[in-house]
């Protein structure tokens, strides 16, 4: 399975779903794939209905991010200064129905709703151990962006 590329360093990459008698095997990464960028920590993260969390951008750190529970819309705003995408917004919904890893860079804005009419969890598989002092963030209102538009 190939990734495409969304936003300049973005990545959308198409996960398998293998089902099993008792419960479905969802992967989420492999280190021989070109998208794994090294490992510093995995967590899981809960989210409530309609529930926004951002803007935060990590200075070191690459998210993979997959919802293997409910729904997230998540939304990657690009302010770099050298991107060619620069001022572009990429949105898109993840959930086991459409079940990708979405790859975050460095650099790169990212904010999530949780649009599942109950909780929804997101795994991420970061490429170097959580450090605040290598996070910036700023409130919702300071990106602007229609969050009603893709509801």
Same mark, same amino acid.
């Given at each position: 399975m190939g990734s495409i590329l969304v936003v300049n360093g973005v990545?959308?990459? =198409?996960?398998r779903i293998i089902s099993t008698p008792?419960?479905?095997?969802?992967?989420? @990464?492999?280190r021989d794939e070109a998208e794994h960028f090294g490992f510093g920590e995995a967590y899981f993260?809960?989210?409530?209905?309609?529930?926004?969390?951002g803007w935060k951008r990590h200075r070191k @750190?690459?998210?993979?991010?997959i919802v293997p529970v409910g729904t997230i819309?998540?939304?990657i705003y690009d302010d770099r200064a050298e991107s060619s995408t620069r001022g572009k917004y990429f949105s898109v919904t993840l959930s086991e129905g459409n079940y990708q890893r979405?790859?975050? =860079? =460095? @650099?790169v804005w990212?904010?999530?709703?949780g649009v599942h009419t109950t909780e929804s969890m997101l795994l991420n598989i970061?490429?170097?151990?959580? +450090?605040?002092?290598?996070?910036?963030?700023?409130?919702? +209102?300071q990106i602007k962006f229609d969050w009603e538009v893709l509801r």
């Open positions: 990545l959308l990459t =198409p996960l008792g419960g479905d095997v969802l992967h989420a @990464m492999r993260s809960k989210l409530q209905p309609g529930f926004i969390k @750190m690459q998210l993979n991010l819309k998540f939304v979405l790859t975050v =860079p =460095p @650099m990212l904010a999530f709703q970061a490429s170097i151990p959580h +450090d605040p002092k290598e996070v910036d963030k700023c409130g919702i +209102d």
